[in-house]
């Protein structure tokens, strides 16, 4: 017996249980462990225990920007914009803040953090991220 458990067996664990979160991840990859142990009523913990159990793992999806036929000569724009900005101001670099943090937009578009998938082996999905909506 382990030391630092009370005897208790894990009954979230069991193989029922197990079968039961296995056969929701199987069956719909990309949710949480929060979302499962609420279908499922087994903890979030027990959840992910049962996961690592059988060596899945958490992948977050490549997030892909949408493109349309002007995207080239648009992003030619920003370039030639850019270079006359910096040009003129030289400390323009140091005024931009870089991020790479989560979007929230009111038009309901994924928060990339947010967005995961279980599964043995990387599948390398790819979300598309629409661009230019109204937030």
């Not at 225990?49 to 958490?58: G, T």
Request: with cysteine; hydrophobic share 35%; charged share 25%.
């Amino acid at each position: 017996m382990h030391r630092g458990r009370s005897g208790r067996s894990r009954t979230a664990t069991s193989p029922a249980s197990s079968a039961m979160v296995l056969e929701r991840f199987t069956t719909s990859a990309r949710k949480s462990a929060t979302q499962c142990a609420r279908e499922t009523g087994v903890s979030s913990a027990s959840v992910r225990r049962i996961l690592k159990a059988v060596k899945w793992k958490v992948y977050i999806p490549k997030l892909l920007h949408a493109t349309n036929d002007d995207n080239p000569n648009r992003r030619m724009q920003f370039c030639e914009w850019y270079q006359q900005v910096v040009n003129e101001d030289k400390e323009f670099v140091t005024k931009i803040v870089w991020s790479d943090e989560a979007q929230f937009k009111l038009n309901g578009t994924v928060n990339r953090h947010n967005c995961v998938y279980w599964a043995p082996e990387n599948l390398h999905f790819h979300a598309d991220k629409a661009v230019y909506l109204p937030g």
